[in-house]
């Protein structure tokens, strides 16, 4: 186990934030801790605070066209301030939504972020960019966040071109040792490293083998905290030389119709705590998506989701108990 700092950190995670379409109309007429419902709370317990941010933010561009694509995910770029009102440090984006209105719109978009002192990783105004990792600081710690998706190939950046950090999800495949050798010099340079991997197709409650193999491979480069989304679903987590590995942090906010049987409106705040120096304790806020926002499940509904994730959970051997007093999935980092 590594040390890190000597005072006590909660790192909160949430996975995908979706502000476009309709979100974007009711934010016309609401404010901009509309989205968040009545979360914030927990939000404002954590040191700091770590989204997939799945739509570009901004005023200007248009809808993709050079390749095929069915959705396309927009916000005003004045909703920045939908990330600030719930204190955002540092977002990801690496998915299939970034460049969804071109090249003009995300540079404006990542103006738009530095200038509110919101991180980001996973995309940028060339490969070098794309792939340079966020940094934050808290009580001396210095974080860095890495973002990778395997979607979206045509969007990948290249040295001369904008684009997102594209990365085929397969330990055999050669690029993938250009991420490890990232993760092990970016880990040489700060005291702990989060990796975001939006990787996947949608739905399904288990990850392919191949995510198992990626992710646990990032944790022996020297990855901390393997965040994972894309699948729009929660999905089991695995602690991996006592790492935590989230496979899929699910939906968090947005306006999709909801799946009966595969709950995309149901997921969970994430919160890593770390106590004297070593991951302590993994908490599970169980949340569900409604009109708009999102919201603490109520209790009957909490322990429903909180159920699943036991199972899921269990696959991979990972204990996980419900704590009634803070209405929380726990899982002990050992």
């Known amino acids: ?120 990783s996973g995309a940028g105004s060339n490969i070098v ?25 045509e969007w990948e950046a290249t ?3 904008a684009g997102i950090f594209y990365m085929p999800v397969d330990v055999e495949d050669q690029r993938s040792a250009k991420l490890f050798e990232l993760v092990r010099y970016t880990r040489r340079h700060t005291d702990l490293l989060i990796v975001a991997a939006h990787w996947g197709g949608n739905w399904g409650y288990s990850p392919p083998l191949s995510h198992v193999e990626f992710g646990r491979a990032l944790v022996r480069a020297g990855a901390d905290v393997i965040f994972g989304h894309s699948a729009h679903v929660f999905r089991g987590i695995e602690i991996h030389r006592g790492r935590p590995i989230i496979y899929s942090a699910g939906d968090f906010i947005d306006d999709y119709a909801v799946d009966p049987l595969e709950r995309n409106d149901q997921s969970f705040i994430f919160v890593l705590e770390m106590d004297k120096g070593l991951f302590h304790r993994l908490r599970l806020y169980p949340t569900v998506i409604r009109h708009f926002q999102a919201r603490l499940a109520g209790i009957d509904e909490a322990r429903e989701i909180a159920a699943r994730m036991v199972k899921l959970c269990d696959s991979f051997q990972t204990p996980a108990s419900w704590n009634p007093g803070e209405r929380c999935l726990d899982i002990e980092i050992c």
């Not at 989205?35 to 939000?43: K, M, R, T, Y």
């Not at 901004?58 to 719930?86: C, E, M, Q, Y």
């Not at 209105?101 to 978009?109: H, I, K, Q, V």
């Not at 960019?129 to 190939?153: C, E, H, Y």
Request: with cysteine; charged share 20%; glycine share 8%.
């Open 1 to 120: 186990m590594r040390h890190y700092t000597s005072g006590k950190c909660r790192l909160l995670f949430v996975g995908d934030v979706m502000l476009g379409r309709l979100l974007n109309e009711t934010l016309t007429r609401e404010s901009p801790q509309f989205p968040w419902g009545d979360v914030l709370p927990v939000f404002q317990q954590a040191d700091r605070r770590v989204c997939n941010l799945e739509c570009v933010m901004s005023d200007i561009g248009s809808p993709w066209s050079a390749t095929p694509k069915v959705f396309h995910f927009r916000s005003d770029k004045k909703n920045l301030a939908v990330l600030k009102a719930a204190g955002i440090d540092a977002v990801s984006l690496a998915n299939n939504h970034t460049l969804d209105f071109g090249y003009s719109a995300l540079l404006d978009m990542l103006h738009g972020l530095h200038a509110a002192g919101i991180a980001c």
């Open 129 to 153: 960019t794309a792939t340079s990792p966020g940094l934050m600081k808290v009580q001396g710690l210095r974080i860095g966040l890495i973002s990778f998706t395997d979607n979206q190939p």
């Open 159 to 161: 040295p001369e071109r």
